[in-house]
C-alpha cells in the first residue's frame, strides 16, 4: 500500500486578520471571488494583499469585510463544522480544475452537498466532482494548491451570516540545505543563511573564527625549544 503523504505544515497567523470581500463570480485572479486580507504580519507562509478564493457556504453575503481566522484545510485540529467538510475531495478539485471558474465554483457546490441553479452541472462539472470522489484522502504536496480556510462566524444554515471561504495557497517548497553549511529556516520572502563550516589550517596553526564572507586566517602557534 501506498503512504499517505505528509500534511503540509503551514505557518499562518494565530490571530484574526481582516478580510474584504470582492465581487461574487468577478474574481480576476481564475477563481469565483478575490479576498483581501489585511493585518497579517510577517514571518507566515501567505501575506497581505489579494488572494484567488472560492465560497463554500451558499447564500452567505460576500459584501464589505469581517473578521477571519486562517485554518489549514489539512490540520486535524479544525473546528468542528470545518473538520467534517471533505477536505481531500476539495484539495484534489483545486489542483485537478477543468473548465471555467464557475464549472469550478458548482463543482466545489456539488462536493460540499450544496447546489445553485445558476451554476448548472456541464460535462466538466460532472468530470471534476468523479475525480475528486476519487481521491477522498488527497494531501497536497509541495508546490500544490492547498486550501487556506478563511473562517468568520462557522458553517451554519442561518441566512445573512458572512461566507466562509477558501483561499488557494501553493504549498512551500522546502529549500535545500547547501553544501558546507546550515540552512537556517526563514520565513517565505526571508533568505537562507550559509554558516560557514571550520577551515582546516597546517600543522601548528589556529584557524581563527571570522563572519561569513571573509578569509579565515591562519595565526602561527608557538613552539617549545
Not at 195 to 224: H, M
Request: glycine share 10%.
Amino acid at each position: 500500500a501506498t503512504a499517505t503523504p505528509a500534511a503540509p505544515a503551514l505557518s499562518l497567523p494565530r490571530q484574526q486578520v481582516t478580510m474584504a470581500y470582492g465581487r461574487w463570480l468577478e474574481g480576476s485572479l481564475g477563481t469565483s471571488i478575490d479576498v483581501t486580507l489585511s493585518g497579517i504580519g510577517v514571518g507566515f507562509d501567505i501575506a497581505d494583499g489579494l488572494h484567488p478564493a472560492w465560497c463554500i457556504e451558499m447564500g452567505q453575503r460576500t459584501a464589505g469585510s469581517t473578521r477571519v481566522r486562517l485554518h489549514s484545510s489539512t490540520d486535524p485540529r479544525l473546528p468542528y463544522d470545518l473538520h467534517r467538510l471533505p477536505w481531500g475531495k476539495i484539495n484534489y478539485l483545486l489542483n485537478h480544475k477543468q473548465g471555467s471558474a464557475r464549472e469550478v465554483q458548482a463543482a466545489l457546490w456539488q462536493l460540499l452537498g450544496q447546489a445553485d441553479p445558476a451554476l448548472p452541472a456541464t460535462e466538466a462539472v460532472r468530470a471534476m466532482v468523479a475525480a475528486a470522489d476519487q481521491n477522498p484522502t488527497f494531501v497536497p504536496a509541495a508546490g500544490e494548491m492547498v486550501a487556506v480556510i478563511a473562517r468568520s462566524d462557522g458553517m451554519n444554515k442561518s441566512r445573512g451570516n458572512f461566507q466562509e471561504v477558501i483561499i488557494e495557497l501553493r504549498v512551500p517548497t522546502p529549500t535545500p540545505t547547501p553544501a558546507g553549511g546550515t540552512a537556517t529556516p526563514t520565513a517565505t520572502g526571508g533568505t537562507v543563511i550559509d554558516t560557514p563550516t571550520a577551515t582546516p589550517t597546517s600543522a601548528g596553526e589556529t584557524a581563527t573564527p571570522t563572519p561569513a564572507g571573509e578569509a579565515v586566517t591562519a595565526t602561527p602557534t608557538a613552539t617549545s625549544e
